[in-house]
Structure formats: structure tokens, C-alpha cells
């Protein structure tokens, strides 16, 4: 659009706004600062049910420039509700404005919060799991390399929506070690040209030793966990994931 700069109009491609799915879900959020930026955790708690729920930290994608909270809430909310999980949304500040590692350190200190404020959420400690769709499930995977790397070990899940691992050699998540890395789901698109690092990436984790299982979708594109009550794949991406999160 005329009048815009061109990173504005990358990032107005971020942002699909769905359709609410969910029942019984309460939203609230706290603030947080990070190497003096600010951030955001918004927090989706289901009503009733378990009175420690376990807990799933999610980190939006949108290849560290672009994306938001809002494209992922009610993705958030549904598999709250479907997995009576409480749900923390991570909205962390994007690049260029705000440099690597500022979000990375943003998502590590949440799970480093969850963990010691587990009694206020109502969290279960012992259950604690990430997920993110594209860069953030990059993100997913180096936040979980840290947890143990830092000798945390609180991160027992890792749903990862079609990230991308193969990056440059400073910054390049495929190279890590990953014997003891958590139970891990992999959930890829039919057409997308992440899916081979992905792939790749499952057969990794597969040699590490991993419990580790890989579903490619047919007929969808990167991006397409976006669509919430448009794509009917999304729906069974939130139950796979909410099934595979309740046998942990």
C-alpha cells in the first residue's frame, strides 16, 4: 500500500485474524522487561478441571520480524481447553528494531518464571512444554537446547509446527545435542519448503534417542496454522497435539 514501507507491508502479511473455537477459556496477561524491552505473557487458563494443570508455552512465528499474539490466541485458547492445559502466549519484540538475542532471552526467562511461579498459574512443574509455529518453533528448540544446556530441565514437551532448524553456523539449531531432549512432536505442511528440514530434523531426534513422532499434513502450505475455522487441518493439529501433551 502506498505510504507504507516495505517492512510494514511484510509484516501486514502476518496476522490472519480466526475464529474463537474455544469454551470456558479465561485470558489475562502480565508484563514483563527483557534487556530493557518490554514484553508480554498472555495467559489462557481453562475453567474447572485439574486443579495443577500442566502447561504449554507458545511462541508465535513469523520469522522474527512479523507475526503477533492475536494470529495465535484463539489456537491458544482451543488447545487449552482441549488439553486442560494452561496456555502461556509469548509476545516478544521482533526484529530489526529490536536485535537477537532480546526475544531469546524474553522466551528462556518465561520458562525460567513458569517454573518458579508454577503454584500461582496452577501448574503442574512436573509437566512443562513449548511449542511454536515456524520461527517460533525455531525458537522452541533452541529455548529447549538451553533448559538442559543451563541444567534447568523443567521442559518435558516440544510441539513443533513446521520450524525451521538449518540456519547459519552461528546460529544454526540442527548442530545441537540433542540426546535427552524431551518428547517431541513434529507436525509439517504438504507443501512447504521447510518440510525436508523437518524432516531431516525428526530423523536427528531419531537418532538421538528421542521420542519423537512426525505427522506431514496433505493439501496445506506453510502458514496455514493461522487458519483456525477455515482450514479443518488446524482443528486436528490443536487434538493431536492436546493427545500427544496428556501422555506425558
Known amino acids: 500500500p502506498e505510504g507504507h514501507t516495505l517492512l510494514e507491508q511484510l509484516r501486514y502479511q502476518f496476522g490472519w485474524r480466526t475464529l474463537d473455537r474455544s469454551s ?15 514484553g508480554v505473557r498472555w495467559i489462557y487458563t481453562p475453567e474447572g478441571g485439574k486443579a ?17 499474539t492475536l494470529t495465535v490466541e484463539n489456537q491458544c485458547k482451543r488447545f487449552a481447553e482441549l488439553a486442560d492445559a494452561v496456555v502461556i502466549s509469548v ?25 518458579e511461579n508454577a503454584g500461582m498459574l496452577g501448574v503442574d512443574r512436573t509437566k512443562i512444554g513449548i ?23 523443567c521442559i518435558s514437551y516440544a510441539g513443533l509446527i513446521y520450524p525451521s532448524v538449518v540456519w547459519d553456523p552461528d546460529i544454526n539449531p540442527v548442530e545441537g545435542d540433542f540426546e535427552g531432549f524431551p518428547k517431541t512432536l513434529i507436525m509439517t505442511a504438504e507443501y512447504d519448503y521447510l518440510r525436508p528440514e523437518c524432516e ?49
Open 24 to 38: 470456558g477459556v479465561r485470558t489475562r496477561f502480565v508484563s514483563m522487561d527483557q534487556d530493557g524491552y518490554r
Open 52 to 68: 495443577e494443570k500442566p502447561c504449554l508455552i507458545f511462541i508465535h512465528g513469523g520469522g522474527f520480524f512479523g507475526g503477533d
Open 200 to 248: 531431516l530434523f525428526t530423523k536427528i531426534l531419531q537418532d538421538a534417542g528421542v521420542s519423537v513422532r512426525h505427522i506431514r499434513y496433505g493439501g496445506i502450505v506453510h502458514g496455514t496454522f493461522d487458519r483456525l475455522g477455515y482450514a479443518p487441518q488446524v482443528e486436528d493439529m490443536l487434538r493431536e497435539r492436546a493427545a500427544d501433551f496428556a501422555c506425558l
Open 91 to 115: 509476545d516478544y519484540p521482533l526484529s530489526p528494531e529490536v536485535k537477537y538475542p532480546v526475544a531469546f532471552h524474553m522466551c528462556c526467562e518465561t520458562v525460567r518464571w513458569v517454573w
Open 131 to 153: 511449542s511454536g509455529d515456524s520461527a517460533g518453533g525455531t525458537m522452541a528448540v533452541t529455548v529447549t537446547l538451553w533448559d538442559r544446556q543451563e541444567g534447568i530441565g
